[in-house]
């Protein structure tokens, strides 16, 4: 059991010589997955000759092979995972013969103390490493960093790179007929996605439309709304508020299509959430809004991209703090002409990423007053 420096435990077992086919198991949604990118790119450069396959959601997981250092996925969900889960530890002989393949697994699943690590380590023909991903409230480092700390423990080199997906041939020509389907030319489009995985990460529907209706009566540009399976408030509140102006409508599309999509588009607005994190992978100028969540930690990065936080002295606070919070102070901080500034200035002029450099823990982030926070 190794100490990491914020309090972390990684569990590990077996000898130290994955060379051939690694596991990596991490459930969750896009953005945790995105933000697990540069330690899959950590383990490809120090075990080139290594096949990677990564168990979780196939929903998030399936399209990443030949878009991403992923050779292989599998699912979290499949039923003889059970065992693991019991104290018995009992599985099915199915599930030892899978797990027999690999010389090294990687847990993000639970932390190391639980029956399910531990039944891993005991099943597992390799290495086992387990790992909470859960940050402690104190991190102070960014996520895509904290999940490299197991592998920093064990010598391999951390990937200060962010996270980066590359597309397939067939992704644009795809895109190209989707664009021509919804009748978008060639004027520059804003991809604006206003949900997130909680309301209270949102900013105001009202400002992301002023925005909006400002760039496209304005500079002509278009404008492509974003809709997720659990976005239709945020963005009918959007859509009321957009005035008469004219938008595409993108509901709930297949990650590949979304991702070649948001490479093809001028620039990107939205808020702590998993597109933020996909339109950053992908390039494309992104600004991503963030209020009670905290930008160092959870930030999207790549060279083109610019963060603006809201300015409050409770910002950034715990999840019971915002789940309690009426006020939403700090995302009512940020204007519509400091978002559209931004957005301007990255589209046309994107600069270093300062974690690429090694001059920073994350992108460059505005406070809402404009200045470099």
């Known amino acids: 059991m190794c100490e990491l420096g914020t309090g972390q435990r990684v569990l590990a077992t077996g000898n130290w010589q994955p060379h051939r086919r690694i596991l990596v198991i991490r ?3 896009l953005g945790d997955v995105l933000l697990t990118l540069p330690a899959l790119q950590a383990l490809q450069e120090a075990f080139p000759q290594a096949e990677i396959e990564v168990m979780g959601n196939l929903a998030v997981l399936q399209w990443l092979p030949g878009r991403s250092v992923v050779a292989a996925v599998s699912s979290f969900d499949r039923v003889d995972l059970a065992g693991l889960f019991q104290s018995s530890g009992v599985v099915a002989d199915c599930l030892q013969s899978y797990l027999a393949q690999f010389d090294w697994i990687l847990s993000y699943a639970v932390p190391p103390e639980r029956l399910f690590a531990r039944n891993l380590s005991r099943l597992a023909r390799g290495i ?8 402690r409230p104190d991190l102070c480092m960014h996520m895509s960093l904290h999940l490299q700390q197991p592998l920093r423990e064990l010598g391999v080199s951390v990937c200060t790179e962010p996270p980066r997906l590359r597309l397939t041939a067939a992704d644009p020509q795809e895109t190209a007929r989707w664009w021509v389907d919804h009748a978008l030319g060639d004027e520059p489009v804003l991809a604006v996605h206003p949900g997130s995985g909680s309301p209270a990460k949102n900013w105001l529907a009202e400002r992301f439309a002023a925005v909006a209706r400002h760039l496209h009566r304005e500079r002509g540009v278009g404008i492509l709304l974003i809709s997720g399976p659990a976005d239709d408030r945020a963005v009918g509140n959007v859509q ?5 102006v004219d ?6 599309p297949p990650l590949p299509l ?3 999509i948001l490479a ?9 959430s998993g597109v933020s994190h996909l339109a950053a992978a992908v390039g494309v100028p992104t600004v991503a809004i963030f209020g009670p969540t905290d930008p160092d930690v959870w930030a999207p990065r790549g060279a083109s991209v610019r963060v603006v936080r809201g300015s409050a002295a409770c910002a950034p606070c715990s999840l019971e703090q915002r789940q309690a919070c009426q006020q939403r102070v700090c995302l009512g901080a940020i204007s519509t002409a400091e978002v ?10 994107p600069g270093p990423s300062p974690l690429a450099t ?8 505005f406070s809402a007053h404009g200045h470099l926070g």
């Not at 009321?240 to 008469?244: P, S, V």
Request: aromatic share 10%; proline share 4%.
């Open 258 to 260: 979304l991702a070649a």
């Open 340 to 349: 559209f500034g931004l957005l301007q200035g990255v589209a046309l002029t």
């Open 264 to 272: 093809r588009c001028w620039a990107y607005l939205g808020n702590d």
């Open 240 to 244: 009321r508020a957009l005035d008469g």
């Open 358 to 365: 090694g001059e920073g823990r994350g992108e460059m982030c």
């Open 247 to 252: 938008y595409v409508l993108l509901h709930d």
């Open 27 to 29: 459930p969750g949604a």
């Open 128 to 135: 086992v490493l387990s790992f909470d991903a859960r940050p």
